[in-house]
Nanobody
Framework: QVQLVESGGGLVQAGGSLRLSCAAS?????MGWYRQAPGKQRELVAT???????NYANSVKGRFTITRDNAENTVYLQMNSLKPEDTGVYYC?????????WGQGTQVTVSS
């Protein structure tokens, strides 16, 4: 079992910044963030492997940056130039071998 503890999120005006963090209880292969807006399906935001390879949704490229501290089993998501369409619940995700684990989710609200 992998436990994920998220922090960060909140309410910010459009153009502002927020930083999310997620700590895993053990070392995992891939860590990342997904989000779910009201009435929409959960979608990938960004992921990062232990080796440092990243994958971003096109909608956040150039605005969001994912980083990872392997020693602390923690992943961060720096979100800049936030837009109202970035609003949603952000979920931390971790992959250990073939099993996926999810955090409890943290709300991000961007006001226009």
């Amino acid at each position: 079992q992998v436990q994920l503890v998220e922090s960060g999120g909140g309410l910010v005006q459009a153009g502002g910044s927020l930083r999310l963090s997620c700590a895993a209880s053990t070392s995992v292969n891939v860590m990342g963030w997904y989000r779910q807006a009201p009435g929409k399906q959960r979608e990938l935001v960004a992921t990062m492997t232990r080796g440092g390879s990243t994958n971003y949704a096109n909608s956040v490229k150039g605005r969001f940056t994912i980083t990872r501290d392997n020693a602390e089993n923690t992943v961060y998501l720096q979100m800049n130039s936030l837009k109202p369409e970035d609003t949603g619940v952000y979920y931390c995700n971790a992959l250990l071998f073939t099993r996926a684990y999810w955090g409890q989710g943290t709300q991000v609200t961007v006001s226009s």
